[in-house]
């Protein structure tokens, strides 16, 4: 399932990912240069981050819970709920 961002006046979409599975939670860094989001990965959810331009992606959690709402994209620490 694609993610996609919107222009802040919604002039275009670009599809950041393309997963089998839902992308969801977006949350931008205040400078707007990563954003973090949880992706089911065929187990459970788990957190990832990347650039805002979709590159760069890796996943900050991995383990056997399913992680929700990330938090401190502010910071290399990103944090989760589960």
């Known amino acids: 399932m694609q993610q996609s961002v919107w222009t802040q006046d919604g002039t275009y979409t670009v599809a950041l990912t393309d997963n089998s599975g839902p992308d969801r939670y977006p949350t931008w860094s205040s400078d707007g240069q990563q954003i973090a989001f949880v992706a089911y990965d065929g187990n459970d959810s788990e957190i990832y981050r990347m650039t805002s331009d979709g590159t760069g992606r890796r996943r900050v959690t991995d383990n056997s819970g399913g992680d929700t709402e990330p938090v401190g994209v502010e910071n ?7």
């Not at 290399?76 to 589960?82: N, Q, R, Y």
């Open 76 to 82: 290399s620490d990103l944090e989760g709920c589960s």
